[in-house]
């Protein structure tokens, strides 16, 4: 238990969908994290919320959309997703801060299936 | 840029034997380095970190060295345990971003 849960830890949705990953860290932190993990492939960051500034990689496509309420909380609202966005999606928290060398801690994941 | 580079997997051992997993790493500035594990159906824990260069970071019989002039950060254990199967990922963090390498999948047989 690392003190960040993640709902659902399944998820199967048909391409004309819309559903929400939920991030819940009961740490004090205040930055949360989404990665997408994909087999072969190096763990891949896609947004950032620290300190109430959201960072996002470029590279994300529009169908996946964060949503942090509080420090607390992450979403992750999915529409119109793709098979090839079949992987297991990561939350993660740490202290947050430029120059602050904290790690971060992970919840259990949630694996998405697209069909 | 940033990155991290791990040895290919996946490695096999059998329980006993001595473990090196490499991982080196390109950066701008001065990032702290970091060892985190997968167990099957979990997400990733931190098992060892080293925040600057020379420092050791250990947990579990598990150690790394931060090395700045070779740019590693390399795990080691001394005798593995089938406990220890699992997946390692090399990351760094600079500034409030954090890098992964691909992870090593490890299994060790009895």
């Known amino acids: 238990e690392t003190g960040v849960t993640q709902t659902p830890r399944h998820l199967v949705m048909g391409m004309t969908n819309k559903k929400s990953l939920k991030c819940e860290q009961h740490?004090?932190?205040?930055?949360m994290y989404w990665y997408k993990q994909s087999a072969k492939k190096p763990l891949e960051l896609m947004f950032v919320y620290s300190l109430e500034e959201r960072v996002e990689n470029n590279s994300v496509p529009s169908r996946f959309s964060p949503e942090c309420p509080n420090s607390s909380h992450l979403f992750l609202h999915l529409h119109t997703l793709q098979p090839e966005d079949s992987a297991l999606y990561l939350c993660a928290s740490s202290q947050g801060g430029s120059g602050i060398n904290y790690e971060q801690y992970f919840g259990p994941g949630t694996r998405l299936t697209v069909t | 840029g940033n990155s991290v580079t791990q040895m290919e997997g996946p490695v096999t051992l059998s329980e006993e034997a001595f473990l090196t997993i490499n991982c080196t790493y390109t950066?701008?500035?001065?990032?702290?380095l970091f060892w985190y594990v997968q167990y099957p159906g979990e997400g990733l824990q931190l098992l060892l970190k080293a925040t600057k260069a020379d420092d050791k970071g250990s947990n579990k019989g598990f150690e790394a060295t931060y090395r700045k002039e070779t740019t590693s950060f390399h795990l080691e254990k001394g005798s593995v345990q089938v406990s220890d199967s699992a997946v390692y990922f090399c990351a760094l963090k600079t500034g409030n971003q954090f890098y992964f390498g691909t992870g090593t999948s490890l299994t060790v047989i009895p």
């Open positions: 740490l004090g932190h205040n930055a």
């Open positions: 950066a701008t500035g001065y990032p702290s």
